[in-house]
Antibody
Framework: EVQLVESGGGLIQPGGSLRLSCAAS????????MSWVRQAPGKGLEWVSV???????YYADSVKGRFTISRDNSKNTLYLQMNSLRAEDTAVYYC????????????????WGQGTLVTVSS | EIVLSQSPGTLSLSPGERATLSCRAS???????LAWYQQKPGQAPRLLIY???NRATGIPDRFSGSGSGTDFTLTISRLEPEDFAVYSC?????????FGPGTKLDIK
């Protein structure tokens, strides 16, 4: 059974840093495209970042230069390092597995974690 | 970047009725690579439809997707009590992938 379990969220002051983790089971993280998607309170879903199976990484413009996605193959775990946090980064952060059709660079999300809440406030 | 809009913002219906939700793209979605998700309060999104019309594993056949180009539709043929939720569309034919703002389906 595929499972994704996020952790690491919490209350952080503006300008601070936080690292989110997403432990996967039932499949191999390094063989899949894995993304972070966030949802601000009462708002829609926003894609944040992806790491391809080959290791390439991409970011939304809103987080580029501040967030870093990575993975630990030995732990089958995905990470999101978030620096220089802003109030507008407040959201529930989901990790999700992407199913990517042949010939395109992105896909839909077939499995999601339960999410972890990040609150940026002084 | 493709911008997705969804209508209506809120749809109030009764169990047993038919629901028709719309997703419109600012430009044509390549290969009709559009997905639909259901999200209930406090829960993660759940994949319903991918590739505009393909039901995901375990999704009841009362859910169907259709459309092409810039106009897509999610239809729930006969609403069950557990179907009242927020429904979001997502395009993955063009990078970056983008989501619509969602349609809230609530009980009349």
């Amino acid at each position: 059974e595929v499972q994704l379990v996020e952790s690491g969220g919490g209350l952080i002051q503006p300008g601070g840093s936080l690292r989110l983790s997403c432990a996967a089971s039932g499949f191999t993280v390094s063989s899949n495209y894995m993304s972070w998607v966030r949802q601000a309170p009462g708002k829609g879903l926003e894609w944040v970042s992806v790491i391809y199976s080959g290791g390439s990484t991409y970011y939304a413009d809103s987080v580029k230069g501040r967030f870093t996605i990575s993975r630990d193959n030995s732990k089958n775990t995905l990470y999101l390092q978030m620096n220089s946090l802003r109030a507008e980064d407040t959201a529930v952060y989901y990790c999700a597995r992407q199913d990517v059709p042949y010939g395109v660079k992105t896909g839909y999300f077939d499995y999601w974690g339960q999410g972890t809440l990040v609150t940026v406030s002084s | 970047e493709i911008v997705l809009s969804q209508s209506p913002g809120t749809l109030s219906l009764s169990p047993g009725e038919r629901a028709t939700l719309s997703c419109r793209a600012s430009q044509s979605v390549s290969n009709n690579y559009l997905a639909w998700y259901q999200q209930k309060p406090g829960q993660a999104p759940r994949l319903l439809i991918y590739g505009a019309s393909n039901r995901a594993t375990g999704i009841p056949d009362r859910f169907s997707g259709s459309g092409s180009g810039t106009d897509f539709t999610l239809t729930i043929s006969r609403l069950e009590p557990e179907d009242f939720a927020v429904y979001s569309c997502q395009q993955f034919g063009n990078s970056p992938l983008t989501f619509g703002p969602g349609t809230k389906l609530d009980i009349k």
